[in-house]
């Protein structure tokens, strides 16, 4: 494993602390000791990534720098545990989810995990942790301190919570309306499509569900031969804003009079026109009103 390098404004953004007080913290404290270069520009290490995560979330939690900065390494993850164990607060479980994932500690993420599907409800554990959760993860992605082995980790172990949920609801499927989900050829982000699933599962509503990379010419085949009542995609990968439209133009053809969903942050950047039939879907909230309406 590299061991990568971040600036002290790479630190203030992950950890939360003012770039002011780690100087403070380093000269009063002698937290950390980062390389310097020939212009005196500090350079820090995954470990001292690592610590200052710990260190912060112990200071945010009533406990004094000047204590916390002697401790040895095992006391501060036994505090940490502890910290856990008592907090039920969203912005607690985030960033103890976040410590677990950069310190590899893969049987304490899995039960913080089960612990928050328990303690809020799995669709509420998704919309108040795990998507936060996975928005701060973009932020680690910019700054160079995620490795795809970590987020592949965590992605997959909370895909395969969303697919066992489904089986679990599987008999659930009540209603008429059929609901198709998909995502476009080279779209790989499949948790939001999965969760919206399982969302619609949970009201009743059949669903089909093709996940990723689905090619347009089967998209053709089926809205030719299957009678579905609604689609569902998502638009999150980077496109063009002509392949976007032309997409949608081709989708409204495919599925005509049918009611289409789309989500995702390439329709906020491109701002295509949409046919009739086409809805945005903002949220969750959005969604789950426009199921109770159908």
Not at 68 to 76: D, Y
Not at 82 to 97: A, R, W
Not at 150 to 158: A, G, K, R
Not at 266 to 293: C, M, T, W
């Amino acid at each position: 494993m590299n061991d990568s390098l971040y600036s002290i404004r790479d630190l203030e953004l992950l950890s939360g602390i003012k770039a002011h007080t780690i100087r403070i913290w380093e000269k009063r404290y002698n937290l950390l000791n980062p390389e310097r270069t020939q212009t005196n520009i500090r350079n820090y290490c995954d470990n001292d990534l690592r610590k200052l995560l710990n260190i912060a979330m112990l200071v945010k939690h009533g406990y004094k720098i000047s204590k916390v900065s002697t401790f040895p390494e095992e006391e501060i993850r036994e505090l940490i545990v502890s910290i856990q164990e008592n907090t039920k607060g969203s912005s607690n479980f985030v960033d103890t989810l976040l410590l677990h994932m950069v310190n590899f500690n893969d049987n304490e993420f899995n039960a913080l995990i089960n612990q928050i599907i328990s303690t809020f409800g799995f669709e509420e554990a998704f919309v108040d942790v795990i998507f936060p959760f996975f928005q701060k993860i973009g932020i680690y992605w910019q700054v160079g301190s995620i490795f795809p082995a970590q987020e592949h980790y965590v992605s997959n172990l909370i895909r395969q919570k969303i697919i066992a949920e489904i089986d679990r609801n599987y008999s659930n499927q009540t209603r008429k309306e059929t609901i198709l989900f998909y995502l476009r050829q080279n779209e790989q982000h499949e948790l939001s499509l999965l969760f919206y699933s399982l969302m619609a599962l949970l009201r009743g509503y059949k669903i089909i569900y093709l996940g990723q990379s689905v090619p347009m010419d089967d998209l053709k085949k089926i809205g030719a031969t299957l009678d579905t009542d609604f689609v569902f995609t998502a638009f999150i990968n980077s496109i063009e804003k002509e392949n976007l439209q032309s997409h949608l133009n081709l989708l409204s053809e495919y599925f005509t009079g049918k009611r289409v969903f789309i989500t995702g942050q390439q329709l906020e950047i491109h701002e295509p026109d949409l046919p009739r039939n086409f809805k945005v879907v903002a949220n969750h909230k959005d969604f789950s009103k426009y199921l109770g309406k159908a």
